[in-house]
């Protein structure tokens, strides 16, 4: 029976061992992003670390129930007690910190065009940040994320490949940085030459600050217009909610877990305590005061 509880508590971790691969995985597809896409740096390491930390606690426990440690067994509980809520916590503030903002329909415009001003909290205070905000633009433009929106369309006519046409552009779905970082803002009025090349229409009165912000030089663009801060934030508030989904997936599997593993350890006890399962505790009682 104690081998059987031992063989319970063992594949309770290893099941825990396996459901942090998929928090890892996450932590390493935004890392991934991170240099290439989002260049947020810092927003990956909570999630590979609470996958480590879920790695190494299943790794003790599994240890412990197999050479039979109680020790070890109280740890992994205890440890495990704390990853469980470390990763609530994650979940929690994944959610608060991307809960406002979204892109906004622009009419004849297959894309969203995107406002900072629609953004605020924390993770916009950090991107708008000059000093960070000057890191992450120079990430965008070492990762040429507006290069491959240059797209030729075949003439009808000559079968020539030919420069995209503005109106097959302007139904293009673009990505939240492609909108905000690589081509102004629609409010500006700029005429079309190609996606990532415009030009001033003559006497349009422009409001927006980004429009002067503006440049058709290819390592400018539109990199310190507010539109690209919440392109950014829109990419990454895409990316956190799809780990997140992960995450809460895991949370689940990680608490029936969890609970089955405190069951499993309590059973072992009492069974190294030599008490029956299912039967309560006996205590001695109080002799009567009085007496037939």
Known sequence: MMRGSNSLIGAVNFITFLVSIPILGGGIWLASRANSTDCIRFL?????????????????GFAGACYRVSWLLRLYLFAMFFVVIALIFFIVFAYAVTDRGQGEVVMNRGFLEYQLQDYSGWLKDRVSDPGYWGKISACLRDGKVCKGMRRFVRDQN???????????????????????????PTSCGYTYINETLW???????????????????????????????????????????????????VLIILVIVYVAGCAAYRNAKRIDNDEPF??????????SRFQF
């Open 199 to 249: 030009t001033a229409t003559p006497g349009t009165v422009v409001i927006d600050p980004d429009c002067t912000r503006w440049s058709n030089n290819q390592q400018e663009l539109c990199y310190e217009c507010d539109s690209c801060k919440a392109g950014v934030l829109a990419s990454i508030k895409h990316s956190w909610r799809k780990v997140s989904i992960i995450n809460i997936v």
């Open 278 to 287: 299912g039967m309560p505790r006996m205590t001695k009682a109080q002799p």
């Open 158 to 184: 000559t079968g020539i490949l030919v420069q995209e046409p503005a109106q097959v552009f302007y139904r293009r779905s673009l990505s939240p940085i492609e909108s905000g970082c690589c081509k102004p």
């Open 44 to 60: 990956q390491w909570p999630i590979i670390i609470i996958a480590l930390a879920i790695m190494l606690v299943s790794l003790v």
